[in-house]
C-alpha cells in the first residue's frame, strides 16, 4: 500500500474512532471500523507507520470484534437446515442461501430500529406514529410476507402455510425482503417491525446486511391483553384467531424473546408498558424519538471534529 492510501486508511480510521467514542456513531460503522482497524494491525506488523495512539482502545476494541463476529460467526450449515424444500431465494443464478448482493441504500449507512413485543402489543400502531412524527420508514416483516404471498410469488404457498400455523417463516425469506425493501428506499432510518422473531433471524440479518440495531423497541403486555386485542382486532387475517393465536404466543416465548433478552444484555432494549391508551404508550415513547432525533443532527454536523453526545437515550 502507498503512503498516500496509508495515511488515508489511517485517518479515515482516527475519524472514526473518534466518533466512536462520543457514541455518535451509527453502531452499523464499529465493524467497518474494525475490519479497517485490522488491516492497520496486519501493516504495523510489516513496518507500518500507524502510531500506537491511533489504536483502538480496548473498550471499542471490544464492541467493534461483537460486531465483526457477529456478523461473521453464523453458521451456513443452520441457515441451510432451517430452508424447507420449497423455499426459494427469487434473486441470484441458483438456489441459494447466501446473499446475491451485498445491501446498497440511498446513503449506505442506514440506521435501524427493531420493534419487538407479542402478537397484538401494538407495534404496527406505534410504528404509524412514530412515522408521522419523526419520519422514519417502516418496515413491517408480517406486511412484506403478505405482500409476497399477494405478489404470486413461488414461496406464496410456503410463506402462507407458515403464517397460518403461525410458524417463523425461513430467515432468507425474510432478510432477503427486508433488504429489498431497504434498497428500495429512499429513507436512511428504518423501524423494522416485527423482526427478528428468532435468533436465526437476527443472525442471517446481520450476515446479510451487516446492519447493527441502533436500539430495540420492546411493547411489554401481558398475555390475555395480547389475545384480547387480537381477537378484537378484525381486519380479515387468516392467524387472527385462537388456535393460530395460541402458536404464536408460543412462538414468541420460545423464540422472539430469547432475541430481546440478547439485545437487553448488549443495554439496547427500551422496554415500554404498553398496556395503557394508544396515545399515553405514544408519550412514553415520545422523549426516545426526540432524544434520538437530536442525536441524529449532532452526527450530520460531524464533520470529523469533536462534538459532544448525550449518549444513548433510555426509559429504564
Ligand atoms: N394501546 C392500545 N390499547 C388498546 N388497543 C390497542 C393498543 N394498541 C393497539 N391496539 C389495538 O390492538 C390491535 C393490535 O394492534 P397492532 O396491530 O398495532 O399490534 P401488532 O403488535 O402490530 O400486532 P401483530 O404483531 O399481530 O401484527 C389493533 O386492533 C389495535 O387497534
Ligand atoms: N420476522 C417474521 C415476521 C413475521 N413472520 C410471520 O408473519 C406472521 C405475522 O406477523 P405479524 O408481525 O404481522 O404479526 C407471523 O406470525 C409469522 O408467521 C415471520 O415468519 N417472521
Same mark, same amino acid.
Given at each position: 500500500?502507498?503512503?498516500? #492510501? ?8 482516527? %475519524? ?20 479497517? $482497524? ?8 510489516? =513496518? ?14 471490544? #464492541? ?10 453464523? %453458521? ?5 437446515? %432451517?430452508?424447507?424444500? =420449497?423455499?426459494?431465494?427469487?434473486? @441470484? ?41 419523526? @419520519? ?11 405482500? +409476497?404471498?399477494?405478489? @404470486? ?15 417463523? *417463516? ?22 423494522? $417491525? ?9 443472525? *442471517?440479518?446481520? #450476515? ?5 440495531? +441502533? ?57 415500554? =408498558?404498553?398496556?395503557?391508551? *394508544? ?13 434520538? +432525533? ?16 448525550? @449518549? ?5
Amino acid at each position: 500500500m502507498g503512503g498516500g #492510501r496509508r495515511l488515508a486508511l489511517s485517518f479515515a480510521v482516527r %475519524s472514526l474512532r473518534r466518533r466512536s467514542a462520543l457514541n455518535i456513531l451509527p453502531s452499523s460503522s464499529y465493524a467497518a471500523i474494525h475490519l479497517m $482497524d485490522s488491516n492497520l494491525c496486519c501493516r504495523q506488523s510489516a =513496518n507500518c507507520d500507524v502510531a500506537p495512539d491511533q489504536q483502538i482502545g480496548l473498550k471499542e476494541r471490544s #464492541r467493534t470484534t461483537w460486531a465483526f463476529t457477529s456478523v461473521m460467526s453464523f %453458521s451456513e450449515a443452520a441457515m441451510t437446515k %432451517s430452508l424447507p424444500p =420449497n423455499a426459494v431465494l427469487e434473486e @441470484g443464478p441458483t438456489t441459494t442461501t447466501r446473499a446475491a448482493t451485498p445491501l446498497t441504500v440511498s446513503n449506505n449507512n442506514p440506521r435501524v430500529i427493531f420493534v419487538l413485543g407479542g402478537p397484538g402489543s401494538g407495534k404496527g400502531t406505534q410504528c404509524a406514529r412514530i412515522v408521522r412524527d419523526y @419520519g422514519f420508514e417502516h418496515l413491517s416483516a408480517g406486511d412484506l410476507l403478505r405482500a +409476497e404471498i399477494n405478489s @404470486g410469488s413461488g414461496n406464496g404457498t410456503m410463506i402462507q402455510k407458515m403464517i397460518e400455523d403461525g410458524n417463523i *417463516v425461513p430467515s432468507e425469506v425474510t432478510v432477503r425482503l427486508l433488504q429489498k425493501a431497504m434498497e428500495k428506499s429512499k429513507s436512511d432510518k428504518f423501524l423494522i $417491525d416485527g423482526f427478528p422473531r428468532s435468533d436465526e433471524n437476527r443472525a *442471517v440479518f446481520e #450476515r446479510v446486511t451487516g446492519i447493527v440495531p +441502533e436500539f430495540i423497541l420492546f411493547f411489554d403486555v401481558p398475555m390475555d391483553e395480547m389475545e384480547r386485542r387480537i381477537l378484537g382486532r378484525n381486519q380479515g387475517r387468516v392467524d387472527d384467531n385462537i388456535e393460530t393465536l395460541k402458536k404464536r404466543l408460543k412462538v414468541f416465548v420460545e423464540s422472539s424473546l430469547p432475541v430481546v433478552k440478547y439485545y437487553d444484555a448488549m443495554g439496547k432494549v427500551h422496554k415500554v =408498558n404498553a398496556t395503557t391508551s *394508544v396515545d399515553d404508550v405514544f408519550e412514553t415513547i415520545r422523549p426516545l424519538f426526540k432524544q434520538y +432525533e437530536q442525536k441524529d443532527s449532532t452526527v450530520e454536523l460531524v464533520q470529523g471534529v469533536t462534538h459532544k453526545s448525550d @449518549g444513548p437515550a433510555t426509559l429504564h
